[in-house]
C-alpha cells in the first residue's frame, strides 16, 4: 500500500525546515534528464493545465530533501508521482495552502487564509478522521479518493454546508478532518 498522501506532506514540510519554501537547485549525478522531464509531466498533471505551465515544480529525494526541477512564474508548487517510491501523487498547491500544511505539520494553528490544493490526477488513501494517521485501522475511517481539488483554511461558516461523515461519499463534496483544526473541502472532480 501507498503511504498516504498526507504523510508524504509532512515529509515535504519537514525537509523545508517549516520555512518558506526552501528549496534546492543541486542535480545528483545519477539523475538524468529524462527523469526529470517525466517528473515535470507528472507534476504538471496534478494541476489545470493553465496552473501547472507555470508552476514551480519540486521532487522529493530520496533522502528526504526537496529538489526544484524547474522554477515556474506562479503562485503554485506543484510535486509529481514518483512511482519507484511510496512518495505523494502528483499535487499542486498555491502559497495559502502550503502555508496550511506547514501548520498542521507543526501542529500549529493554520492560518486564516483559503489555500487551494489539486489533485487531479487523483489521491492516495488517507484518514478522515485523523490528521495525523499513517495507516488504517478500524477507527481511522480509512477513505480513498479520485481526483479532487482541496480547499484549506476556510472558516467554520464556509464549511457548515458540506457533510461531515466519518465515512463520506467521496463522489460528493466533504469534509475531511472535521471538527479539527485542519478541517478541510475534499471537492471530487471527476
Not at 59 to 65: H, L, N, R, S
Not at 85 to 91: A, E, R, S, V, Y
Not at 150 to 155: E, S
Not at 179 to 185: A, E, F, I, K, R
Request: hydrophobic share 45%.
Amino acid at each position: 500500500m501507498r503511504r498516504p498522501i498526507l504523510t508524504s506532506l509532512i515529509l515535504m514540510t519537514v525537509s523545508m525546515s517549516l520555512a518558506p519554501l526552501a528549496l534546492t537547485d543541486d542535480k545528483k549525478p545519477d539523475m538524468a534528464a529524462g527523469a526529470d522531464a517525466a517528473m515535470i509531466k507528472s507534476a504538471m498533471a496534478a494541476a489545470p493545465a493553465a496552473i501547472g505551465r507555470h508552476a514551480t515544480i519540486v521532487a522529493m529525494e530520496a533522502d528526504g530533501k526537496m529538489r526544484t526541477l524547474r522554477k515556474g512564474s506562479n503562485q503554485f508548487t506543484c510535486m509529481p508521482d514518483n512511482p519507484a517510491t511510496p512518495g505523494p501523487d502528483p499535487m499542486c498547491m498555491d502559497t495559502n495552502a502550503m502555508e496550511w500544511v506547514h501548520a498542521w505539520v507543526a501542529h500549529t494553528a493554520p492560518p486564516a487564509k483559503v489555500g487551494l490544493m489539486y489533485m487531479l490526477a487523483g489521491g492516495t488513501d488517507a484518514s478522515n478522521t485523523d490528521p495525523y494517521a499513517q495507516k488504517p485501522t478500524t477507527e481511522n475511517h480509512w477513505v480513498k479518493t479520485g481526483p479532487h481539488v482541496m480547499i484549506v483554511g476556510a472558516d467554520a461558516s464556509f464549511y457548515a454546508q458540506y457533510p461531515k461523515s466519518a465515512d463520506p461519499d467521496t463522489s460528493v463534496p466533504y469534509l475531511m478532518w472535521a471538527g479539527t483544526p485542519y478541517q478541510h473541502l475534499m471537492a471530487p472532480v471527476k
